[in-house]
């Protein structure tokens, strides 16, 4: 990760990105899919990621905004739901993850969850396994990328405008009053055509958790990132610089994950 610049640097920087709008078309990228699961090709190129001081809701742990210069990748159109990870436990005879049984939690197209860090990784290499072609978890510089959907300096993937303005949920969030998880693409998708990168289930990240983004090295049993809030969370986690953690073993019913496909370089 780059060292961050003065702030003041950055302010111009994300003005120079609002007055042109979106860098990407919106929903231009290609589209893949394997295994029953859409992926979004996220382009290549500097992003800008983090939070201001300034900005509504913002946490102490949040990086102030930073300029990361990331490889394109695929990144799964939605929270990986539970037909999808069925497929994976009747493959392999993974064991079933917590609440696979709750009727509350456990519809096909509702985004699995009681997974652990451990389980969403054997599932990516899974999917590497079955399509030749290497998957994995997002890290936090890609997931956050994502989630702009191209609206850099934005507080949600939508905009800055709250979750629920003018009596338009935009999320599944606390608010909402459901206590639990939505059909994956109950909501608009982003920029990006992604679904779901604000609310419905937190979703597992690569990276072990610090308080400022950071290279490791890292001790295996670290807590690992989870981002974009759930049905459980304030509107302030839905932010696309919200961070939570949790330990890799840990498990509850409002944590997924979705998965980014690696785009092949060539020879």
Not at 164 to 177: E, K, L, P
């Given at each position: 990760m780059k060292t961050v610049r003065p702030l003041q640097v950055f302010a111009g920087l994300l003005l120079v990105?609002?007055?042109m709008g979106p860098p990407f078309p919106a929903h231009s990228q290609e589209t893949l899919e394997y295994q029953g699961i859409k992926?979004?090709?996220i382009p290549g190129g500097p992003y800008v990621i983090g939070s201001p001081p300034q900005e509504p809701g913002r946490?102490?742990?949040?990086p102030q905004p930073q300029r990361v210069v990331l490889e394109p990748f695929y990144i799964a159109a939605t929270e990986i739901t539970n037909a999808q990870y069925a497929r994976f436990l009747k493959a392999t005879g993974h064991p079933p993850p917590l609440y696979w049984e709750d009727k509350n939690l456990n519809g096909p197209t509702q985004p699995v969850v009681g997974v652990t860090w451990h389980d969403a990784t054997a599932f990516a290499r899974w999917l590497t396994q079955v399509t030749g072609r290497p998957h994995r978890l997002p890290t936090e510089a890609q997931w956050e990328a994502a989630a702009r959907g191209g609206l850099s300096g934005r507080s949600y993937p939508w905009g800055d405008e709250p979750p629920d303005v003018g009596g338009v949920m935009r999320a599944n969030y606390r608010a909402g009053g459901r206590s639990l998880t939505m059909p994956v693409g109950s909501y608009p998708p982003n920029g990006f055509g992604l679904y779901?990168?604000?609310g419905?289930?937190?979703e597992w990240c690569l990276d072990p958790y610090t308080p400022q983004r950071s290279r490791g090295p890292f001790k295996p049993g670290a807590a690992r990132l989870l981002k974009g809030g759930s049905w459980f969370s304030l509107a302030r986690d839905l932010r696309a610089a919200a961070r939570q953690s949790a330990p890799p073993e840990y498990t509850d019913g409002y944590i997924g994950f979705r998965v980014v496909r690696l785009v092949a370089r060539p020879d």
């Amino acid at each position: 990760m780059k060292t961050v610049r003065p702030l003041q640097v950055f302010a111009g920087l994300l003005l120079v990105f609002q007055l042109m709008g979106p860098p990407f078309p919106a929903h231009s990228q290609e589209t893949l899919e394997y295994q029953g699961i859409k992926f979004r090709l996220i382009p290549g190129g500097p992003y800008v990621i983090g939070s201001p001081p300034q900005e509504p809701g913002r946490y102490v742990d949040e990086p102030q905004p930073q300029r990361v210069v990331l490889e394109p990748f695929y990144i799964a159109a939605t929270e990986i739901t539970n037909a999808q990870y069925a497929r994976f436990l009747k493959a392999t005879g993974h064991p079933p993850p917590l609440y696979w049984e709750d009727k509350n939690l456990n519809g096909p197209t509702q985004p699995v969850v009681g997974v652990t860090w451990h389980d969403a990784t054997a599932f990516a290499r899974w999917l590497t396994q079955v399509t030749g072609r290497p998957h994995r978890l997002p890290t936090e510089a890609q997931w956050e990328a994502a989630a702009r959907g191209g609206l850099s300096g934005r507080s949600y993937p939508w905009g800055d405008e709250p979750p629920d303005v003018g009596g338009v949920m935009r999320a599944n969030y606390r608010a909402g009053g459901r206590s639990l998880t939505m059909p994956v693409g109950s909501y608009p998708p982003n920029g990006f055509g992604l679904y779901d990168m604000a609310g419905n289930a937190a979703e597992w990240c690569l990276d072990p958790y610090t308080p400022q983004r950071s290279r490791g090295p890292f001790k295996p049993g670290a807590a690992r990132l989870l981002k974009g809030g759930s049905w459980f969370s304030l509107a302030r986690d839905l932010r696309a610089a919200a961070r939570q953690s949790a330990p890799p073993e840990y498990t509850d019913g409002y944590i997924g994950f979705r998965v980014v496909r690696l785009v092949a370089r060539p020879d």
